[in-house]
């Protein structure tokens, strides 16, 4: 079963920096390329960020370029989403996601999410 | 930036067919995924490629896409089918989702 568990989340002040964990399993994780997705609370789904197999290409959001960095080590099965001069409109929860291989090109398994919430 | 619009609400009565759209620039050169999401729920990929349903989504979701404007179709709408909707292509490498619709069964 394809398990995808974010960690890492919690009350950051303005300015600050915050590390998401996302901790896959059930499938081969070097293998496949990762999302990181984020809704604000009552709002849609924005997507932020993207990594390939090996971790060479790192596409961004225009909103979070030059502040958060995508990353992810496939010896540990484990995605990353590094965080920094966190403003208050990056407030959301924050869901690790698989692309997939079979439907191409949607994003097949979502984590249940971790909230970030960046107050003072 | 590349933008995809869809209307922030639709309402369908149970059995009816709910049309929801989603408009973007010459979004019929993209490939096309549709998302559900319940409250309190991660979203699920409903669609891909436009129209093809991933395993275990049920023939009632369909969906297709030309010119300006993508559009996803439940038929046989029921209750279960209650949620946001969301839209999703690529531009470049670059993810984009719509802004999202309630369908409300009523």
Not at chain 1, 7 to 32: D, I
Request: with cysteine; hydrophobic share 30%.
């Amino acid at each position: 079963e394809v398990q995808l568990v974010e960690s890492g989340g919690g009350l950051v002040q303005p300015g600050g920096s915050r590390t998401l964990s996302c901790a896959a399993s059930g499938f081969t994780f070097s293998s496949y390329w990762m999302h990181w997705v984020r809704q604000a609370p009552g709002k849609g789904l924005v997507w932020v960020s993207r990594i390939n197999s090996d971790g060479s290409s790192t596409p961004y959001a225009d909103s979070v370029k030059g502040r958060f960095t995508i990353s992810r080590d496939n010896a540990k099965n484990t995605l990353y989403l590094q965080m920094s001069s966190l403003r208050a409109e990056d407030t959301a929860v924050y869901y690790c996601v698989r692309d997939s291989k079979v439907a191409r090109p949607g994003l097949d398994y979502w984590g249940q999410g971790t909230l970030v919430t960046v107050s003072s | 930036s590349y933008e995809l619009s869809q209307p922030s609400s639709v309402s369908v009565s149970p059995g009816q067919t709910a049309s929801i759209t989603c408009s973007g620039d010459k979004l019929g050169d993209k490939y096309v995924c549709w998302y559900q999401q319940k409250p309190g729920q991660s979203p699920v990929l409903v669609i891909y490629e436009d129209t093809k349903r991933p395993s275990g989504i049920p023939e009632r979701f369909s969906g297709s896409n030309s010119g300006n404007t993508a559009t996803l179709t439940i038929s046989g709408t029921q209750a279960m089918d209650e949620a946001d909707y969301y839209c999703q292509a690529w531009d470049s490498s670059t993810g984009v989702f719509g802004t999202g619709t309630t369908v409300t069964v009523l």
